[in-house]
């Protein structure tokens, strides 16, 4: 073996051993939260990375927990509601900024782009105001409402820059043939749109159902908390205790679909992501 081939060598195993650090420093912690998850209240301090038996009373008292149980269905109801809205609006918005010329298109990008990098804490009081002026406090709508001004802005910017590559014969064939725009977005955009629209659609989704500081803030009653917010108000037997078993078993719950939807759509992600990345 020459020095050539060495050097290959030494590269590829170096690269593969990266790779291997990364996915253990990635999926360790979630294994770790199932290990746990899955421990009888008495092992659960005891440093062990195996199981030597299965226990699943952790997740017996989360879902015997009606708190719990209307936190899932709360954060399915409003993750769900931002996905629609934030995808209708982001097509309809797309379609006029990727297709439509106009003075100050540019400028609108930028700043729906300049909106998304607003921290959450620093509109916090004002978004306060306006749930509360229009009556969505313990609402699902301000949850709603909410996510939507967050998860739009990068929703519009993707579908935009997908947009702007798709062949303009298509939409000049549609308007010869009569259509009108909105027909013209359903019949002939929306098809080929599906990767970019999966890619947006379940980023909107993780935001939505992982989003922790306007729940808290916007929400009074167990009857109307998301998943995170019911996560975060699990206790124990006295103030002293920290159930980690519970909350373990609570964290495994609401990270398994997700996980399951990133593997079900991760190509489309990926083509979703790139899309615009490269003019043909």
Same mark, same amino acid.
């Given at each position: 073996m020459n020095q050539y081939q060495l050097i290959k060598l030494a590269k590829r195993v170096g690269l593969y051993a990266l790779i291997a650090v990364v996915m253990v420093y990635a999926i360790f912690p979630f294994y770790y939260a199932v290990v746990t998850s899955l421990k009888p209240s008495s092992e659960l301090f005891r440093v062990d990375f195996w199981l030597s038996s299965l226990d699943v009373s952790n997740y017996v008292q989360i879902f015997t927990q009606k708190s719990f149980v209307r936190a899932i269905f709360n954060s399915i109801v409003v993750s769900l509601s931002v996905v629609a809205i934030a995808l209708l609006l982001g097509i309809t918005a797309s379609y006029a900024l990727g297709r439509v010329r106009f003075r100050g298109r540019t400028t609108v990008m930028l700043t729906i782009l300049g909106v998304s990098m607003f921290p959450q804490v620093a509109v916090l009081s004002g978004l306060f105001e306006v749930i509360r002026t229009l009556n969505l406090y313990n609402n699902p709508g301000g949850l709603i409402l909410s996510y939507t001004i967050f998860t739009l802005p990068f929703t519009?910017?993707? $579908?935009?820059?997908?947009?702007? #590559?798709?062949?303009? +014969? $298509? +939409?000049?064939?549609?308007i010869m043939d009569g259509a009108t725009p909105w027909i013209t977005i359903t019949k002939v955009f929306l098809p080929l749109m599906w990767p970019a629209m999966a890619t947006t659609g379940l980023l909107a989704f993780i935001a939505a159902w992982n989003e922790f500081l306007f729940a808290l803030t916007f929400t009074l009653t167990d009857d109307q908390r998301t998943v995170p917010v %019911?996560? %975060? $108000?699990?206790?124990?037997?006295? #103030?002293h205790e920290l159930p980690w078993g519970p909350i373990m078993a609570a964290s495994v719950t609401v990270t398994v679909p997700l996980v399951i939807l990133v593997m079900i759509f991760q190509k489309r992600i990926v083509s979703g992501l790139t899309a615009g990345a490269v003019k043909g």
């Open positions: 519009v910017w993707v $579908l935009t820059t997908f947009m702007r #590559q798709l062949p303009m +014969e $298509l +939409e000049e064939a549609a %019911a996560i %975060a $108000l699990i206790s124990g037997g006295s #103030q």
